[in-house]
């Protein structure tokens, strides 16, 4: 076992509204065998984990399994916090701005192709910001996914247009 509880795979089969029997017969598994896996009994296998995530369309829950079950895809993944939409727009937007600042610099140090010792803490500096873009943009693809947008009722609100 990788050390987690099996409790992600439960709470996105509850937040999809199925129960264990539903679920297990959608992934074409027993249910005593889903309830090994939502315990952390049982590790749950690549083929289950992509099923569970069609399955509860939760793409998220998919991204959280490679982080769980693989050390590579822990180091290479960054960690994603899931946010409202418009927290996660405003974040997105930040982190893009933020390495939009530091274009000039990557053009210098990429510049000669290779990254001295002077420029190694900017490079560095540089590669955390790329990697918290990359959260960023996984926080704004999963922000609905996760089922946090909710669907707005319509009204009878004047459609304004952007000024251009």
Same mark, same amino acid.
């Given at each position: 076992m990788t050390g987690h509880d099996g409790s992600i %795979? &439960? $709470? %996105? &089969? =509850?937040?999809?509204?199925?129960?264990? =029997? @539903? @679920?297990?017969?959608?992934? $074409?598994? $027993?249910?005593r065998q889903l309830a090994r896996y939502e315990s952390g009994e049982q590790e749950v296998p690549d083929d289950i984990a992509? &099923?569970?995530?069609?399955?509860?369309d939760s793409q998220?829950?998919?991204?959280?399994h490679l982080r769980l079950v693989s050390h590579v895809a822990a180091e290479l993944l960054p960690p994603v916090a899931v946010l409202d939409l418009a927290e996660a727009v405003l974040t997105l937007i930040n982190r893009g701005t933020e390495l939009?600042?530091?274009y000039?610099?990557?053009?210098?140090? @990429?510049?000669?192709?290779?990254?001295?010792?002077?420029?190694?803490?900017? %490079?560095?500096?540089?590669k955390i910001c790329v990697l918290?873009?990359? @959260?960023?943009?996984?926080?704004f693809l999963y922000a609905e996914a996760a089922g946090?947008?909710?669907?707005?009722?319509e009204v009878a609100a004047s459609r304004r247009s952007v000024q251009g």
């Open positions: %795979y &439960r $709470s %996105y &089969r =509850e937040a999809a509204g199925l129960t264990q =029997e @539903a @679920a297990a017969e959608g992934l $074409s598994c $027993s249910v992509y &099923r569970m995530a069609v399955l509860y998220y829950l998919a991204l959280q939009e600042e530091k000039r610099r990557m053009m210098q140090i @990429a510049e000669d192709n290779a990254v001295d010792d002077r420029e190694r803490p900017d %490079y560095q500096q540089i918290q873009m990359i @959260a960023a943009g996984f926080g946090i947008k909710k669907e707005r009722p």
